[in-house]
């Protein structure tokens, strides 16, 4: 398989995350449909880059367009990309479909 593109990320909607600190970091969050085939694990993977992002803090539980599957994602070490697990597995899978999810970090230098 391969990573996924800009092509398969619609933008639902996105907002400004205020942040305290010196400096304050520019956060945004987005909320987003991925349209994945096989992809979520360190092979195939979800791209901070094609959600627009230079680097991911956060990630909501990816949620399948017809309601029937959820799985658990978070921001990978270095904040490069999202990883996927199930609620059992422990490492990163591979998933196929349409989801939802909120995503927030720092957004891409434009």
């Known amino acids: 398989m391969a990573d996924l593109a800009s092509s398969g990320v619609v933008v639902l909607d996105s907002w400004f995350v205020p942040q305290i600190g010196t ?5 945004t ?3 987003v449909e991925l349209t994945l085939s096989s992809m979520g694990s360190a092979t195939n993977k979800i791209l901070a880059s094609a959600l627009g992002f230079q680097t991911i803090f ?3 539980p990816l949620v399948q367009d017809d309601n029937t599957d959820i799985y658990r994602a978070g921001p990978s070490y270095d904040g490069s990309m999202i990883l ?3 609620g059992t ?4 899978l591979d ?3 349409d989801f939802v999810c909120i995503v927030e970090g720092e957004p891409a230098a434009s």
């Open 23 to 27: 400096p304050a970091r520019k956060m």
């Open 29 to 31: 969050a987005k909320r």
């Open 58 to 60: 956060r990630c909501s």
């Open 84 to 86: 996927v697990g199930s």
């Open 89 to 92: 597995a422990s490492t990163p």
């Open 95 to 97: 998933i196929t479909g």
